[in-house]
């Protein structure tokens, strides 16, 4: 998000944190990393199952805070579906032991401690109070109307893959049945194509013939593409080394598309070694890739992922899962994951960035985007 909000209490951060985080979380632990007075954005995890030992959680809230260059202070909130617990000695606030915890390894490891709250179904509450006091949820103002942020969504609002109906899948089907006829006629042999082929396979076959171009194509075209095009790209996204090529395209631009296209074909014919300003970016290294560039290829793999059949799901699953972790949204990106699990348990790529999710590790151009906006807002 490209805008620094400063907050003048607890109850106007309450309001700011669904429009820095896009949504109104739920069950969640959301961190504000703090350049000196601003926090340029918001991370946010899902909360440990009940009865988890703490320990294993903070560290990996710990090291996700260390991913943030010049981070000296944090502010958290607690997104509770349970009430505080009345007791003789006062309210019990959930997850009251996870954050202490939190808040004594945060304050040992250097960070200042802005805020700790906490929302509540029926109020909203601070941890730092010696003695909590339930505070009702008419005194947070109304989150400020953002271009592009849905405060009635929650994390998992968009997850759900478009609707294609039978005839569109059907028509996808087909073409790439006629795509395959074709790239298998031209592989033995380079036999002249005649009648027997689709004029339409024909055209898909010579767009695959520059695959950067193809891939910058879709990104200008519709969101849904035609079963061709669609085709096409589902062929290429079940190949690892051109769906790599691509990400790293869409994270960046043609002419270092065709760079990384060049570069894996010269891995995969003669081992050679993928330049680091290639793999940087593909690992969320380096690169500062346009946020609505990669929203629109999501939307197109999106699309793909509806029409495919199921032995070709895995690979644009988990390239909406790399669009959506270059992205920022890793709950978006796990639920992509565990649809491509359930489909190949051995997917290369799923399992790698299952490994990162698991790691809680972001792309630094994420941390990099968010202490530029804190310097030109300083």
């Known amino acids: 998000m490209d805008t620094i909000i400063k907050a003048s209490d607890a109850a106007e951060l309450l309001s700011l944190v669904p429009a820095l985080a896009g949504c109104t979380p739920t069950r969640s632990l959301v961190l504000l990393p703090f350049h000196g007075t601003r926090a340029p954005g918001v991370l946010r995890m899902d909360l440990p199952p009940g009865g988890d030992d703490p320990c294993d959680f903070v560290d990996a809230v710990l090291d996700l805070i260390g991913q943030v260059h010049g981070c000296d202070a944090i502010a958290l909130v607690v997104y509770s579906d349970e009430d505080a617990t009345p007791t003789r000695d006062g309210l019990v606030l959930p997850q009251s032991l996870l954050v202490e915890h939190l808040l004594g390894s945060a304050h040992e490891a250097g960070f200042r401690i802005v805020e700790a709250l906490c929302m509540l179904p029926s109020g909203w509450s601070d941890y730092l109070d010696r003695e909590p006091a339930l505070h009702p949820l008419s005194e947070i103002p109304a989150a400020p109307d953002l271009p592009g942020v849905d405060v009635a969504a929650d994390q998992h609002t968009g997850t759900e893959l478009p609707q294609a109906d039978f005839a569109a899948r059907q028509r996808v089907g087909m073409a790439l049945h006629d795509l395959d006829a074709v790239l298998e006629r031209l592989r033995c042999g380079g036999a002249q194509l005649g009648a027997d082929e689709n004029p339409q396979a024909i055209g898909a076959a010579v767009m695959l013939d520059d695959i950067p171009a193809f891939a910058e194509m879709l990104l200008e075209g519709e969101e849904d593409p035609p079963p061709f095009a669609c085709a096409a790209l589902l062929w290429c996204l079940h190949r690892p080394a051109l769906r790599d090529a691509v990400l790293v395209q869409w994270a960046s631009d043609h002419a270092t598309g065709m760079r990384a296209f060049d570069a894996q074909l010269g891995h995969a014919q003669h081992g050679a070694a993928t330049p680091d300003e290639i793999g940087d970016i593909f690992l969320g290294r380096a690169g500062d890739p346009d946020p609505t560039r990669l929203r629109g290829a999501l939307d197109v793999v999106r699309y793909a992922v509806a029409c495919a059949p199921r032995d070709l799901k895995p690979g644009a699953l988990a390239s909406a899962a790399w669009l959506s972790w270059a992205l920022g949204r890793s709950t978006h990106a796990d639920a992509y994951l565990r649809m491509s699990q359930q489909i190949d348990p051995e997917h290369?790529?799923?399992?790698?960035?299952?490994?990162?999710?698991?790691?809680?590790?972001?792309?630094?151009?994420?941390?990099?985007?968010?202490?530029?906006?804190?310097?030109?807002?300083?």
């Open 348 to 378: 290369g790529l799923t399992g790698l960035l299952l490994r990162v999710l698991e790691a809680a590790l972001l792309p630094m151009w994420l941390m990099a985007r968010g202490e530029r906006l804190a310097a030109r807002a300083g």
